[in-house]
Nanobody, 124 residues
Framework: QVQLVESGGGLVQPGGSLRLSCAAS????????MSWYRQGPGKERELVAA????????VYADSVKGRFTISSDNAKNTMFLQMNSLKAEDTAVYYC?????????????????WGQGTQVTVSS
């Protein structure tokens, strides 16, 4: 079965850094778009960053541009999120996501998987 396991969350002071990891198993890692989402208290889940299956392109939410960096190690089936200059508003549960659209002729199938989430708390 598919499993996405996040790690690296914790408590950090404003201005500090954390590095999140997402270890994937049960899927062909290189076939999936990998993304980080987060959900803060009383807020909707939002996209933080994504990296394409070919790993040649990345996208970031405006709120994290210049501070966060998404990357992956395909050989280890692992995705990372380097978070620098953390702010209180970055406090949230961070989720790993894997998404794939499989197409054959005129037909397609969508695959979407989520990790359990890891808590990031930015506070002094």
């Amino acid at each position: 079965q598919v499993q996405l396991v996040e790690s690296g969350g914790g408590l950090v002071q404003p201005g500090g850094s954390l590095r999140l990891s997402c270890a994937a198993s049960g899927l062909t890692f290189s076939s999936y778009v990998m993304s980080w989402y987060r959900q803060g208290p009383g807020k909707e889940r939002e996209l933080v960053a994504a990296i394409t299956s070919g790993r040649g392109s990345t996208v970031y939410a405006d709120s994290v541009k210049g501070r966060f960096t998404i990357s992956s190690d395909n050989a280890k089936n692992t995705m990372f999120l380097q978070m620098n200059s953390l702010k209180a508003e970055d406090t949230a549960v961070y989720y790993c996501n894997a998404h794939r659209t499989f197409s054959s002729g005129s037909y397609s199938r969508n695959y979407n998987y989520w990790g359990q989430g890891t808590q990031v708390t930015v506070s002094s």
